[in-house]
């Protein structure tokens, strides 16, 4: 059975960082594409970063960029999202997710992606 685990989301100041991991289990996520999606309340879903499946190049979503990255520990096959200078709006439910077919760039597109984890929460706050 595939499957996503988010982990790692809690509440932090403005400026503060957090690190966020998805562990997947009953598949290999060296050979997935893997994207890092957030979601505010009343709002939608939107991409934030993702890792493409054959050459491992990274798309930032305008929101991400220079904040945030997006890394890969195949031994623990698990993939990390670390955000620093957090803001208020970055608040929201984060989620992972894969695909194991499409090569090229990765998008930040919902509809790129098969497998999805549950989530994890963020809050921003002071």
């Known amino acids: 059975q595939l499957q996503l685990v988010e982990s790692g989301g809690g509440r932090v100041q403005p400026g503060g960082s957090l690190r966020l991991s998805c562990t997947a289990s009953g598949f290999n996520l060296d050979d997935h594409a893997i994207g890092w999606f957030r979601q505010a309340p009343g709002k939608e879903r939107e991409g934030v970063l993702c890792?493409?499946?054959?050459?491992?190049?990274?798309n930032y979503a305008d929101s991400a960029r220079g904040r945030f990255t997006i890394s890969l520990d195949n031994a623990e096959n698990t993939v990390y999202l670390q955000m620093n200078s957090l803001k208020p709006e970055d608040s929201g439910i984060y989620y992972c997710?894969?695909?194991?077919?499409?090569?090229?760039?990765?998008?930040?597109?919902?509809?790129?992606?098969?497998?999805w984890g549950q989530g994890t929460q963020v809050t921003v706050s002071s």
């Open positions: 890792l493409s499946r054959s050459n491992r190049i990274p």
């Open positions: 997710a894969a695909q194991g077919f499409r090569q090229g760039l990765c998008m930040t597109d919902r509809s790129y992606y098969d497998d």
